[in-house]
């Protein structure tokens, strides 16, 4: 009988261990889906150019909305988190410091990802009764790119802010 209790112990053991390793396996796997992806965030300095245009999209999208007028880098924050899930969350604030009053004010404001496959990801438009420009939205990436945070003011004067945003996990399907 110690004979048949031992070989029946043996087989659960060796049993229970399979399992225990398959687990264990498939954790480690199942972990690297789960895990999040990493993202850095680039910014320029103040007196640094700004990105190139990379691609014919966005410069329609340039020549649609801006015509060929002057961006001068300041007075918009664009701002990222230096660490964000993936590609298919990412959260952005963008700012003004520019004055909301009837004779000037921020009348759009202009997100663009360099290379995701619709590059103008949102357009947003103000009127001086809103007050200071503060928004908070979502955005998705295809993959590492530069961001573009663009004012235009009922002037006509158009300010910027861009960031370059690496992400290892594609957002756009």
Request: charged fraction near 20%; aromatic fraction near 6%.
């Amino acid at each position: 009988m110690t004979d048949q209790n031992e070989n029946g112990r043996r087989r659960f053991l060796q049993a229970v261990g399979a399992l225990g390793l398959a687990a264990a396996v498939e954790g480690v796997s199942g972990a690297r889906k789960a895990l999040p992806a990493m993202t850095r965030v680039t910014r320029l300095a103040a007196n640094d150019d700004p990105p190139p245009i990379p691609n014919e999209i966005v410069a329609k999208i340039y020549q649609d909305r801006f015509q060929g007028r002057t961006i001068t880098t300041g007075h918009v924050t664009l701002d990222i988190p230096l660490m964000a899930e993936d590609g298919r969350y990412v959260p952005v604030i963008l700012e003004s410091d520019l004055p909301m009053t009837a004779q000037q004010y921020v009348k759009s404001l202009f997100l663009i990802v360099d290379h995701n496959p619709d590059p103008l990801v949102t357009a947003f438009h103000f009127t001086p009764a809103l007050g200071p420009v503060n928004l908070q939205t979502r955005i998705k990436m295809k993959r590492t790119s530069w961001i573009r945070g663009i004012a235009e003011l009922n002037t006509g004067e158009l300010y910027a802010s861009y960031l370059k945003v690496e992400t290892t996990l594609n957002g756009c399907g």
